[in-house]
């Protein structure tokens, strides 16, 4: 009789019981913010310039400290800096409630707040993406990102409907203090998390000392620039790491130009508004159900996976540039939800898996300031394409563009032949 095999990991750890109770608190209030923010702003300006200004004040801090963000991340023990941020977090999205709540109009007021709580986001992200390796045994890694990525899109389905209705029944400033709580009470709860045995630090870093060439501005600039360049070698020494990559920006190109600019003026004229509020419903029933599938699904060569799971978004993009009815946008959504929902678990898996652990949130920062720069380039890119072309033909181009995207790096034996790693 052959041996039962053996009994899959749990990630359900002590620690990770607590981080995910923080992380559940953070994102529902999280997901809040853009509909209370941008509804709150046009209510009490009446200006879309205002608006973008504030907006913009949020995602310019994050993206030009992405990168020192993951350094910090790497030196520093990620528990630690996640109560930190989140605190910080906390107390501009406060600032932001009194705005509203207190009629304290002043615009810089509110661009200062927003502002830093982007600032805050720059540290937070790069330290969430390399903490799941301290808090979960290696073979359990992927069901952590699967039951982080089922319970992050979970929230993001409720909470703009509940700040929405906030906004309708009493004030966008409500709403923001709601968000303020829960990131105090995430700060609260990883506070209890207790810190990894040993911090993680950059290969080769000195061990630090009260010295004053350590605490020098030419000396710290020096260990950050030497940081950085620590973090691109990580990079790029992983040929399958960085062509994938580069596929994900192109892909994000596509979303930002297609999907968020190109889509609704489609269907503007085919399924109506309606209708499009209903695709996107679809696609993120999609990746809620992704994340399902993800917990227990472990494919053998996870990169193949991860450049073909999204490739029904070539197929959504082809239908809207057709004219296609709205039951087939709906089934082409769902599948593009439920693709991309679990390429990110798989994707994330194989960088925490495969990464140097003292390196992984450094590596983890350049992946998203492509990601997050290449989508405004296609939100830049798409009208101005759509008013020489037309909207049809562009969105046509993006389909085959789409797939030759996410198929090109599978020319590559790095990327097909990279196997899922054996429990340890």
Known sequence: MPPAPPAAASPWTPAFRRFFVAQCLSWLGSSMTPVALSFGVLRETGSTAALGLVLTASTVPMIALLLVGGVVADRVPRRALLTITHLVAGLAQLGSACWFLLDARSLPVLVAVT?????????????????????????????????????????????????????????????????????????????????PDSSPRPPGAPTPAPTAARTSLPGAVRELLADLRGGWEEFTKHRWLWLVTCAFTGMNVLIGGVWLVLGPVSAEHTIGSAGWGLVLGARAAGQVAGGVLAYRWSPARPMVAVLLLPLPYAAVFAALAAGGGLPLLLGLAVLAGLGSAMGDVLWETTLQQRVARDALSRVASIDMLLSFVSVPVGQLAAPALSALLGAPLVIGLGAVLCAGTLLAPLASADVRGLRAQAPR
Not at 159 to 164: D, F, K, N
């Open 115 to 195: 502002a830093l709580g982007g600032l805050a986001s720059a540290f937070t992200a790069p330290a969430l993406r390399g903490i799941i390796t301290d808090l979960v045994p290696h073979e359990a890694i992927g069901r952590a990102n699967a039951v982080r990525t089922t319970s992050r899109n979970v929230t993001r389905m409720l909470g703009p409907g509940a700040a929405g209705l906030l906004v309708a029944v009493a004030d966008a400033g409500w709403a923001l203090a709601l968000d303020a709580i829960c990131l105090g009470l995430a700060a609260a709860v990883l506070a209890t998390i207790p810190n």
